[in-house]
């Protein structure tokens, strides 16, 4: 167990819907980054938060948007959905910013039809 | 960005040690070499990291060549559980994440 807990572990919507997965990191950890796995595009950096304040991003869609709330907890809102979105949706966390060390939640399954 | 090369695949007996190597001959003085594994469809989990002297902790060991071109990751005594993908990662990407490559997928058979 990690210590990072992600909700919900499925989620099955259909296209052009707007979805919400939420993410707790480690006890202590101020940086939450969020990343997505698919068959063929593997694990892709999509944007990190530190303490709050949106840090980095990377491969994220407009359609895609994160924030962070000042208990640290984070959300990654998926809207205008489309078939190709349906993934594994990781949310890590460490203690600094930028840190390679993360500990990675067990991820949200979103299945888009 | 330095890349890695990794073997796509590996089997080890179970109770061998499994002996994973990876190529990073891009690799700047001041980057880290990372080990993540991701059982299947958990969230990846960090094993250990190095810059250029070996290190070892309660999952496994990390030998890095002196001119620190390549690594090695040891699992001493592999178990079933340990089968999964894992990805060396020696830098981090431009807006500072972990890039994952595609990595080695380790059975370990009884």
């Known amino acids: 167990d990690s210590g990072v807990t992600q909700t919900p572990k499925h989620l099955i919507t259909a296209t052009g819907q707007r979805v919400t997965l939420r993410c707790s990191p480690r006890s202590g950890d101020l940086s939450v980054y969020w990343y997505q796995q698919s068959l063929d595009q593997g694990l892709q950096f999509l944007i990190q938060y530190y303490n709050g304040e949106e840090r980095a991003k990377g491969n994220i869609l407009e359609r895609f948007s994160a924030q962070q709330f000042p208990d640290l907890h984070s959300e990654l809102n998926l809207s205008s959905l489309e078939l190709g979105d349906s993934a594994l949706y990781f949310c890590?966390?460490?203690?600094?910013?930028?840190?390679?060390?993360?500990?990675f939640g067990p991820g949200t399954r979103l299945t888009v039809l | 960005d330095a890349k890695t090369t990794q073997p796509t695949s590996m089997d080890c007996a179970e109770g061998r040690a499994a002996n994973l190597p990876c190529n990073h001959s891009t690799i700047s003085g001041n980057e880290y070499v990372y080990w993540y594994r991701q059982i299947h469809s958990q969230g990846p989990q960090y094993i250990i990291h190095g810059l250029k002297n070996n290190e070892t902790n309660e999952m496994a060991s990390l030998i890095i060549t002196e001119d620190r071109k390549s690594s090695t990751l040891i699992l001493p005594h592999a178990t079933l559980r340990d089968t999964a993908v894992y990805y060396c990662i020696s830098t981090r990407g431009s807006q500072g994440n972990l890039i994952f490559g595609k990595g080695t997928k380790l059975s370990v058979k009884p």
């Open positions: 890590a966390s460490s203690v600094a910013s930028g840190a390679l060390t993360q500990y």
